[in-house]
């Protein structure tokens, strides 16, 4: 948080926007009020326009680098040009967060551009684990590791999600990015419990929390959640998000939006709502004092 | 129980495509047959690429429409996966691909039309830098200035074609006169594509501009770029072409002739 005047640190305590190409230009003709801006770090590591517009809004807004090409989990050699180019970025923007996933994108020297599942078992926490505490070594700050939307399981994977995020922040330090509608499509691809999940999160862990909208689609006529990032944050993923507040407190939030992206205002609307959740807690949380 | 690598590489390539029997044995069913789940994750890299390659050339999809894109990029990227993590670094081998791409190989313009498309989506990505400041090709003493090389900005490149793929790119934007016409008898086209300001421009250069630039961009000495430009116009004057390659502002920097130190001046 090196570099960021108190305003921008206080800031980061609200609701944000993930920022996106078509909406960059509106958004310095407008620059609404929002706590603070999320770009994908992917999108940044040339030069040009589309790192001129950061430059210039970056003295304005708190940001936020999301990664989601590193690959922490997986067994290809840790791409040291794109760390490099992740820490010069890194550099340049002064983000107050930095994350990437608990997943892997390449293997074999291909990137699949996707946040592929991992088996939980001690073999992939030693291999988060090393990658991870690499990663913060190269950036010389702490990173947040975001739990993955899931489609599938692994016979052998025996250690619970939660878990292994919690044994992961504990052995490297790295904090948790929790994306509540992921936890939300996941439970609900594997019935499993979404709330039990939350409770067995490491809640001091938790230093920024996602939200998004998610698809319903039928696969072989069974229902599928799809984290696909195209439509309004669900009803049930607003009250498991009110859970996680209430885990977690007022942790900043961003509403991200990437397919079928719609008007700016629409988003910042999300973003509104998600304000209101973190007004109403911080309100609670002082009453409770004043009693 | 496969080590992770092992995991991983089945996993990778059963998302290009290739049946993993064993990697199915792996994966709980949870009321959904294994290769269902693992179908979801290939059909995002499928349409997650192929919307790269569409961002990329939408040009190229325009010309043969979205269904036949798809088809094409079905076909490319299981045999062409990226090999880094920027999307906006995916795709520079699909001009190639085209070429030999037998259910297209009638729209013979359409793998220098996919060339011209990558020449302006590395110029959008490219990284900054600063001009050089012509004074420095000044302080050249005339008797060095032959074998200097000049570095031009990241974003500029070249390209050759016997089609008239710069009219092509135009008749195909969002904004272009739907009923104009181009000629594929027109003529070939010798293009600079670069970075001006924070829009990416091309235009067609002169046959002796063209030959003197890109001998330059190949890595080549002031001299043996010179005589390139010579050899495509021999009545070309040389200085003016020259001030003209300075003035544009794409010149980064300017390297010693000596090979041993590979250093700029002082001269």
């Known amino acids: ?291 | 129980m496969p080590s992770l690598r092992e995991l991983e590489s089945s996993f990778g390539r059963a998302l290009l495509g290739e049946a993993q029997d064993a990697l199915l044995d792996l994966i709980a069913a949870d009321g959904l047959a294994p290769a269902a789940r693992l179908r979801v994750y290939r059909n995002h890299v499928l349409v997650t690429l192929t919307d790269a390659l569409k961002a990329t050339y939408p040009v190229v999809c325009r010309l043969v429409d979205e269904r036949f894109f798809r088809y094409a990029a079905d076909r490319y990227i299981p045999a062409h996966p990226p090999a880094v993590p920027c999307l906006f670094e995916y795709g520079e081998s699909f001009a190639e691909f085209l070429r030999a791409f037998g259910p297209c190989q009638h729209l013979e313009y359409l793998p220098d039309v996919a060339r011209l498309e990558w020449a302006i989506n590395r110029a959008l990505h490219a990284d900054d830098a600063p001009a050089l400041d012509a004074a420095r090709l000044v302080e050249v003493p005339a008797d060095r200035i032959g074998g200097v090389t000049l570095a031009l900005h990241p974003s500029v490149s070249f390209l050759s074609s016997p089609w008239p793929v710069d009219r092509i790119w135009r008749a195909n934007q969002p904004d272009a006169d739907p009923d104009a016409t181009v000629s594929l008898d027109a003529g070939g086209a010798q293009i600079e594509v670069r970075r001006l300001g924070e829009d990416v421009v091309f235009r067609s250069l002169d046959a002796a501009s063209y030959a003197l630039r890109s001998a330059l961009a190949r890595g080549g000495s002031l001299e043996h770029a010179a005589e390139a430009a010579q050899r495509a116009d021999p009545g070309v004057d040389l200085a003016l072409t020259l001030q003209q390659l300075v003035a544009d502002g794409i010149v980064t920097s300017i390297a010693a002739p000596s090979p041993a130190t590979h250093e700029a001046g002082p001269w």
Request: aromatic share 6%; glycine share 8%; hydrophobic share 40%.
């Open chain 1, 1 to 291: 948080m090196i570099g960021h005047d108190d305003r921008v640190l206080a800031g980061a305590t609200g609701a944000g926007i993930g920022l996106r190409t078509p909406h960059i230009a509106e958004f310095l003709a407008t620059r609404p009020a929002v706590a603070f801006l999320e770009v994908h770090a992917e999108n940044y590591m040339g030069g040009g326009p589309a790192l001129a517009a950061l430059e210039r809004l970056r003295c304005e807004y708190p940001f936020s680098l999301h990664g989601v090409g590193l690959s922490l989990g997986g067994s290809d050699p840790l791409d040291a040009r794109h760390l490099a180019r992740l820490t010069s970025l890194v550099a340049r923007l002064e983000p107050v967060f930095v994350s990437e996933h608990l997943a892997w994108s390449a293997v074999d020297g291909a990137y699949f551009n996707h946040l592929l599942p991992l088996p939980y078992d001690e073999e992939s926490l030693d291999t988060m684990c090393s990658r991870v505490a690499r990663a913060q070594e190269a950036l010389g700050r702490r990173i947040l590791v975001e739990n993955p939307a899931r489609y599938l399981r692994f016979r052998h994977s025996p250690i619970p999600e939660p878990a292994f995020l919690g044994e992961l922040a504990r052995r490297t330090g790295c904090g948790v990015l929790l994306d509540v509608n992921n936890v939300y499509v996941s439970c609900r691809n594997f019935e499993e419990d979404s709330h039990a999940y939350l409770d067995g999160l490491s809640a001091d862990a938790v230093g920024e929390i996602h939200l998004a909208g998610h698809s319903t689609n039928d696969a072989d006529g069974r229902t599928i959640l799809i984290d696909d990032h195209g439509s309004r944050v669900a009803g049930p993923v607003w009250k498991l998000y009110a859970h996680a507040l209430e885990r977690c407190g007022p942790v900043p939030t961003l509403v991200e939006w990437d397919t079928n992206l719609p008007d700016l205002a629409v988003l910042l609307d999300e973003a509104a709502t998600a304000q209101h959740y973190l007004d109403a807690l911080r309100s609670r949380a002082g009453d409770a004092v004043a009693a």
